[in-house]
């Protein structure tokens, strides 16, 4: 048995050499004083071997490993996205915006016609009146602008083009 410094002495490696080799898990971490000279040098000769022959050491094929596990999750997760949007799940972020902004500007135009179209309506009314005349008019407003728009598919919801 010796120690990191004896082991490296003698297999004719540096620390950082067998640090590496460690981290790699070419060589499997012993206590202090208890790594077999001979043990190592096998592993680091396997190892050498292993890279010269093209078949890659431990790391190498642990790392092959992980990235086709990731490839794989990459390709389920885009997978799930496109039966989702075949499903209709989810919708073109250029539609959504668009009829958001045929919803505002309608919107806009109801709201801002609500005073001209009431001036002459609710003159000379009491304020109950005028409020339930406003809010008859909102009511309104707000159930135009609920329905579907015309030329709309199904659910209300326009087409890509």
Known sequence: MSTISGVCKWCGISRPTFYRALNRGVLTTKPRGQYDVQEVARALI???QAAKGGHGDYASKLALSEARAALAREQTAALRMKNAVTRCEYAPLAVVQRQMEMVFAAFRG???SIPGKFAAVCEMRSRAEVEL???EECCEALEEL???Y???GPGGYLKER
């Open 46 to 48: 396997k190892n050498g």
């Open 110 to 112: 109801r709201i801002l």
């Open 133 to 135: 005349v406003l809010r």
């Open 146 to 148: 609920s329905q579907p």
């Open 150 to 152: 015309p030329g709309a």
